[in-house]
């Protein structure tokens, strides 16, 4: 051999094995950003599913908690049985363990009657502050862990007390507990100090009281713990490296919205990275082995030049003995229309399942017929889209084994062009099937978390904060009147008439203070459905920060309450109501009053007593007396208006506010019509009427007991004179002939 060709020859071979070295490398390094951002992107929508899981759980919990205290403050006292009875059927029909109720004193009592103060708990000095909370986790004598939910209680916008609600943490335990990376994965729940509220089945084994404390540094250019505590300190989410009791682990961290608390996701990078590590140490040895190769061609090459066909010959034999140890497989093909076989290790035949005879005898030695028929197209397809735009060709397809089963290939070549010859691919092929079921399963759990939310009764909407616009997310349900996207958010959308227009500047101010940096916001208002209806809505907006710390965009749910609204309204006329007559009540009839008075508008109240009554029911019987008191109740409310307050404060008396009048004749007008009204005789040998006695407000009384002494002295005077007419207080002919024990008459 001459210089030349042996200069050549060296030449050939540095170049070749410089190669390697350099492609590997790109080859690993393109794999780990792939798989780091691939894992990123894994955790954060696995958080984001398992978030919106627990604080749906939560919110339903608050919920139904706020609409009870909505209840108990309209109606005005805490403990009498109405409460009672309401407390009972929020427990019959909501998973609550206990309930109790506490004054501004923190004096409480549950359901069962137990008493003590919590005028000390954290939970009770915010709720008397207006701000309700979650408190988790305490123990529960029927429960391993529970949370404790409190609300304040307002009553004329003014806070009487706080109701507090115990529940199980079991079923967000649940959703920790969902498997995670094939349960080897765990989630918690800690405050932003690092204490653990709440730990899923597999943390709880190795469980310490403070999670910062379980974090050690993995390298020092990666995130320290005190860079941790201050992202989670501004309320920030993201991905971070640590140690995790002795563990090399991904974790992210996400706020939760209730509590002030966050949710923790801890996967081992064991877990995540062995389908890489395996891949790079086949690459690894694929490089090594290729690079031997190279230099035993190399090698082969110079001899060529020197030795006979046999050499030659032996050289091919322990080139394939080698490449049949690599890992996965090598294979040669040319190109052309079927990929047709000229090479291809011992791997290649593990991998398929057939053997070389087979491969030949029922493929006729085409690779492209051994590709799943679906793929065979886009291979084709695809493989000549990449070689026209260069020379190296990265596709995945899947492949039927001899045993009828599918694995899918990851297949990296390159085409080789000798002058005069048949251009051939040099393919490496590895079975990647694990990885695609993996993928295939997120695919799934991310569409059957799509599915949940399209098939939810609630609304989902992105707020761009800094673009001012909102996008709606729930398919197939859109914020009424605003169709897909909505810009400048709010202003345009409160220029419609969807916002009801009592509603419209706490609307307003929601949106306002997460674009001013609060963490969440909530409000319920009323929007105009599609059929022209105002509904009643909940909304509640978590705002996403940036790493510096401002708010850039809010997710926000829209849940029509419009049924618990109705629920609450009826509950609060059931308690208010007399089941005989549907007036008013003893205590609504008095509550209503003394509003009324507030206002400082003259006022008649007109006490009714029915005359003989005792005779009809005792003669003609309870359900004839009934049905006479029903026909007064509905004769009373044709005599009064709307605004006027009717109720039913004894066996037959019946009390009326005659509201801003201060016309005499009116006065006297009313009560004369409600004595001819209450004129009946029954079975010829029964008769009633009605006594009356009028006070006049302010001039009679100024608070209602006052009024009540005054009407019920008249109406005495009623009585005493004969019955059946009716007394205006200051036209008694002498007040002084009152009965001195009627003047007792206790006044409520």
Same mark, same amino acid.
């Given at each position: 051999?001459?210089?030349?060709?042996?200069?050549?020859?060296?030449?050939?071979?540095?170049?070749?094995?410089?190669?390697?070295?350099?492609?590997?490398?790109?080859?690993?390094?393109?794999?780990?950003?792939?798989?780091?951002?691939?894992?990123?992107?894994?955790?954060?929508?696995?958080?984001?599913?398992?978030?919106?899981?627990?604080?749906?759980?939560?919110?339903?919990?608050?919920?139904?908690?706020?609409?009870?205290?909505?209840?108990?403050?309209?109606?005005?006292?805490?403990?009498?049985?109405?409460?009672?009875?309401?407390?009972?059927?929020?427990?019959?029909?909501?998973?609550?363990?206990?309930?109790?109720?506490?004054?501004?004193?923190?004096?409480?009592?549950?359901?069962?009657?137990?008493?003590?103060?919590?005028?000390?708990?954290?939970?009770?000095?915010?709720?008397?502050?207006?701000?309700?909370?979650?408190?988790?986790?305490?123990?529960?004598?029927?429960?391993?862990?529970?949370?404790?939910?409190?609300?304040?209680?307002?009553?004329?916008?003014?806070?009487?007390?706080?109701?507090?609600?115990?529940?199980?943490?079991?079923?967000?335990?649940?959703?920790?507990?969902?498997?995670?990376?094939?349960?080897?994965?765990?989630?918690?729940?800690?405050?932003?100090?690092?204490?653990?509220?709440? @730990?899923?089945?597999?943390?709880?084994?190795?469980?310490?009281?403070?999670?910062?404390?379980?974090?050690?540094?993995?390298?020092?250019?990666?995130?320290?713990?005190?860079?941790?505590?201050?992202?989670?300190?501004?309320?920030?989410?993201?991905?971070?490296?640590?140690?995790?009791?002795?563990?090399?682990?991904?974790?992210?961290?996400?706020?939760?919205?209730?509590?002030?608390?966050?949710?923790?996701?801890?996967?081992?990078?064991?877990?995540?990275?062995?389908?890489?590590?395996?891949?790079?140490?086949?690459?690894?040895?694929?490089?090594?082995?290729?690079?031997?190769?190279?230099?035993?061609?190399?090698?082969?090459?110079?001899?060529?030049?020197?030795?006979?066909?046999?050499?030659?010959?032996?050289?091919?034999?322990?080139?394939?003995?080698?490449?049949?140890?690599?890992?996965?497989?090598?294979?040669?093909?040319?190109?052309?229309?079927?990929?047709?076989?000229?090479?291809?290790?011992?791997?290649?035949?593990?991998?398929?399942? @057939?053997?070389?005879?087979?491969?030949?005898?029922?493929?006729?030695?085409?690779?492209?017929?051994?590709?799943?028929?679906?793929?065979?197209?886009?291979?084709?397809?695809?493989?000549?889209?990449?070689?026209?735009?260069?020379?190296?060709?990265?596709?995945?397809?899947?492949?039927?084994?001899?045993?009828?089963?599918?694995?899918?290939?990851?297949?990296?070549?390159?085409?080789?062009?000798?002058?005069?010859?048949?251009?051939?691919?040099?393919?490496?092929?590895?079975?990647?099937?694990?990885?695609?079921?993996?993928?295939?399963?997120?695919?799934?759990?991310?569409?059957?978390?799509?599915?949940?939310?399209?098939?939810?009764?609630?609304?989902?909407?992105?707020?761009?904060?800094?673009?001012?616009?909102?996008?709606?997310?729930?398919?197939?349900?859109?914020?009424?009147?605003?169709?897909?996207?909505?810009?400048?958010?709010?202003?345009?959308?409160?220029?419609?008439?969807?916002?009801?227009?009592?509603?419209?500047?706490?609307?307003?101010?929601?949106?306002?203070?997460?674009?001013?940096?609060?963490?969440?916001?909530?409000?319920?208002?009323?929007?105009?459905?599609?059929?022209?209806?105002?509904?009643? @809505?909940?909304?509640?907006?978590?705002?996403?920060?940036?790493?510096?710390?401002?708010?850039?965009?809010?997710?926000?749910?829209?849940?029509?309450?419009?049924?618990?609204?109705?629920?609450?309204?009826?509950?609060?006329?059931?308690?208010?109501?007399?089941?005989?007559?549907?007036?008013?009540?003893?205590?609504?009839?008095?509550?209503?009053?003394?509003?009324?008075?507030?206002?400082?508008?003259?006022?008649?109240?007109?006490?009714?007593?029915?005359?003989?009554?005792?005779?009809?029911?005792?003669?003609?019987?309870?359900?004839?007396?009934?049905?006479?008191?029903?026909?007064?109740?509905?004769?009373?409310?044709?005599?009064?208006?709307?605004?006027?307050?009717?109720?039913?404060?004894?066996?037959?008396?019946?009390?009326?506010?005659?509201?801003?009048?201060?016309?005499?004749?009116?006065?006297?007008?009313?009560?004369?019509?409600?004595?001819?009204?209450?004129?009946?005789?029954?079975?010829?040998?029964?008769?009633?009427?009605?006594?009356?006695?009028?006070?006049?407000?302010?001039?009679?009384?100024?608070?209602?007991?006052?009024?009540?002494?005054?009407?019920?002295?008249?109406?005495?005077?009623?009585?005493?004179?004969?019955?059946?007419?009716?007394?205006?207080?200051?036209?008694?002919?002498?007040?002084?002939?009152?009965?001195?024990?009627?003047?007792?008459?206790?006044?409520?």
């Amino acid at each position: 051999m001459t210089l030349k060709p042996k200069l050549a020859a060296a030449c050939v071979l540095l170049v070749s094995l410089s190669f390697l070295p350099l492609s590997f490398t790109a080859f690993v390094s393109k794999m780990n950003r792939d798989l780091q951002s691939s894992v990123s992107r894994n955790m954060i929508e696995n958080a984001a599913q398992s978030a919106a899981a627990i604080t749906a759980k939560m919110d339903e919990s608050s919920s139904v908690l706020r609409t009870l205290a909505t209840y108990l403050g309209e109606h005005g006292n805490l403990y009498d049985k109405a409460a009672a009875d309401a407390t009972q059927a929020v427990l019959n029909s909501h998973p609550f363990l206990q309930i109790s109720v506490a004054d501004l004193h923190g004096d409480s009592i549950t359901n069962d009657g137990l008493k003590r103060n919590i005028a000390a708990s954290e939970s009770f000095q915010q709720a008397v502050k207006g701000k309700a909370t979650i408190t988790g986790s305490e123990s529960f004598p029927n429960a391993k862990k529970a949370f404790l939910y409190s609300v304040p209680i307002y009553s004329k916008q003014k806070i009487i007390g706080v109701l507090n609600g115990t529940a199980s943490a079991d079923p967000i335990a649940e959703q920790l507990d969902n498997p995670l990376y094939e349960g080897k994965g765990t989630r918690l729940l800690i405050r932003h100090d690092g204490t653990v509220v709440l @730990y899923s089945k597999k943390a709880a084994d190795s469980a310490v009281q403070n999670f910062y404390s379980s974090l050690k540094c993995v390298e020092p250019d990666k995130m320290s713990v005190e860079a941790l505590k201050e992202q989670i300190g501004r309320n920030s989410s993201g991905t971070a490296e640590f140690n995790v009791d002795g563990l090399d682990s991904f974790i992210y961290y996400q706020p939760l919205g209730a509590g002030n608390w966050y949710l923790i996701t801890i996967v081992p990078s064991n877990v995540i990275l062995p389908q890489s590590n395996y891949m790079i140490r086949i690459s690894a040895l694929l490089a090594f082995s290729t690079a031997f190769a190279f230099i035993l061609l190399g090698f082969y090459a110079v001899l060529l030049l020197r030795k006979k066909n046999n050499a030659i010959e032996k050289s091919i034999r322990e080139l394939s003995v080698l490449t049949s140890n690599i890992p996965g497989c090598v294979q040669r093909c040319k190109y052309d229309g079927n990929l047709t076989i000229i090479y291809c290790s011992d791997g290649f035949y593990y991998l398929t399942g @057939y053997s070389r005879e087979e491969v030949t005898r029922l493929f006729n030695q085409q690779f492209l017929k051994m590709i799943y028929p679906r793929d065979r197209e886009a291979v084709k397809h695809s493989i000549d889209e990449q070689l026209h735009a260069g020379s190296v060709i990265d596709i995945q397809y899947r492949i039927q084994k001899k045993d009828g089963t599918l694995v899918w290939i990851l297949e990296r070549g390159q085409l080789m062009v000798e002058s005069g010859k048949e251009p051939e691919l040099y393919s490496l092929l590895i079975d990647i099937t694990e990885q695609r079921v993996i993928m295939q399963e997120l695919e799934i759990s991310n569409e059957r978390y799509q599915i949940v939310m399209d098939q939810s009764d609630s609304m989902i909407f992105d707020y761009d904060i800094l673009n001012k616009t909102v996008l709606n997310s729930t398919g197939g349900r859109q914020i009424s009147g605003g169709g897909y996207a909505i810009k400048n958010f709010p202003e345009s959308f409160l220029n419609t008439d969807v916002v009801h227009p009592d509603d419209a500047e706490a609307f307003r101010q929601m949106f306002e203070s997460v674009k001013n940096g609060e963490p969440s916001a909530e409000s319920e208002c009323r929007m105009k459905s599609e059929n022209g209806d105002y509904l009643w @809505y909940n909304i509640k907006i978590t705002t996403i920060f940036s790493k510096e710390g401002k708010a850039i965009r809010a997710i926000g749910r829209i849940s029509d309450i419009t049924c618990q609204k109705e629920a609450t309204q009826k509950l609060l006329f059931k308690a208010q109501r007399d089941g005989l007559t549907e007036l008013l009540n003893k205590i609504a009839t008095q509550n209503l009053i003394e509003q009324a008075l507030n206002d400082n508008e003259p006022c008649a109240l007109y006490m009714i007593d029915v005359d003989h009554f005792k005779e009809v029911n005792d003669n003609l019987g309870h359900m004839f007396g009934d049905a006479v008191l029903a026909d007064i109740g509905s004769k009373l409310k044709k005599l009064f208006r709307t605004t006027d307050i009717l109720g039913r404060i004894g066996g037959d008396e019946f009390m009326v506010l005659l509201k801003n009048v201060d016309d005499h004749a009116l006065i006297v007008e009313k009560a004369m019509a409600i004595t001819q009204c209450l004129q009946q005789t029954f079975n010829t040998c029964y008769s009633i009427s009605g006594s009356v006695g009028v006070a006049l407000f302010p001039k009679d009384g100024k608070s209602y007991a006052e009024l009540y002494q005054k009407a019920d002295m008249a109406l005495y005077e009623a009585k005493r004179s004969g019955r059946n007419r009716f007394v205006l207080f200051h036209d008694r002919a002498d007040s002084s002939e009152t009965c001195p024990e009627h003047g007792k008459k206790n006044i409520p």
